[in-house]
């Protein structure tokens, strides 16, 4: 089946300790997304790529980056883990960015900041 | 994005119908009405949208307000497997902004 894998599904990393999640996909799509779900809370944006252009959301810090080497493959970086940014990472595809197009998500990457 | 309104929960019993309001009263022409709901320890999950018309699929129906400002998901027959939070986004463009959703409870 085509899906959204994301690996590992539960990462520990140290304060301070750079840290990368990684999503792929086999579906195809040209738009991937990560959010950020921190506990109780709703998922939130923090950026896209379409292809290989990169959008950030204004208000993502500048600890988080991407990259997407491929159309299959995008990677979240976080430079310095603080407390804070323990959370649910999730990330996201989707075949364009019309307002018609679904989203398909994978399981997620729980983060764990010691 | 324009803003959307859900209760906070909601319970139903098994195998009964369950209808989830959302208010959408910002709403331009050009947004979609898409729900998503995510079950515990998972990834949101698409449901269904719309734009205008009603939409149905195998999970889901989709009423839309004749003033699209408001929607209603309903599911004809809920199951335990459906207790999730649901969330109703209003889409223009290529970005899913989330409310804070319903929390739907399935008594059995």
């Known amino acids: 089946d085509a899906m959204v894998i994301q690996n590992p599904r539960y990462q520990v990393t140290q304060f301070g300790k750079p840290v990368t999640l990684s999503c792929s996909q086999t579906l195809n799509h040209n738009v991937m997304y990560w959010y950020q779900q921190k506990s109780s809370q709703a998922p939130k944006l923090l950026f896209h790529y379409y292809d290989k252009d990169f959008n950030n959301e204004a208000d993502t810090p500048d600890n988080f980056q991407s990259r997407r080497p491929n159309t299959s493959f995008c990677f979240l970086d976080i430079r310095s883990p603080g407390l804070g940014d323990a959370a649910m990472y999730l990330c996201a595809t989707s075949r364009g960015q019309g307002s018609h197009n679904e989203q398909f998500f994978g399981p997620g990457t729980r983060l764990t900041v010691l | 994005d324009a803003k959307t309104t859900q209760p906070n929960s909601m319970e139903s019993n098994e195998e009964e119908p369950v209808h989830l309001p959302c208010n959408h009263s910002?709403?331009?022409?050009?947004?979609?009405i898409h729900w998503y709901r995510q079950l515990p320890s998972q990834g949101p999950e698409y449901v269904i949208h719309?734009?205008?018309s009603n939409v149905n699929n195998r999970m889901a129906s989709l009423a839309i307000a004749e003033d699209r400002k408001s929607s209603t998901l309903i599911l004809h027959r809920a199951t335990l497997r459906d207790a999730a939070v649901y969330y109703c986004?209003?889409?223009?463009?290529?970005?899913?902004?989330f409310g804070q959703g319903t929390e739907l409870s399935v008594k059995p």
């Open positions: 719309g734009l205008t």
């Open positions: 910002t709403i331009s022409g050009t947004d979609y």
């Open positions: 986004i209003l889409r223009d463009g290529g970005k899913l902004i």
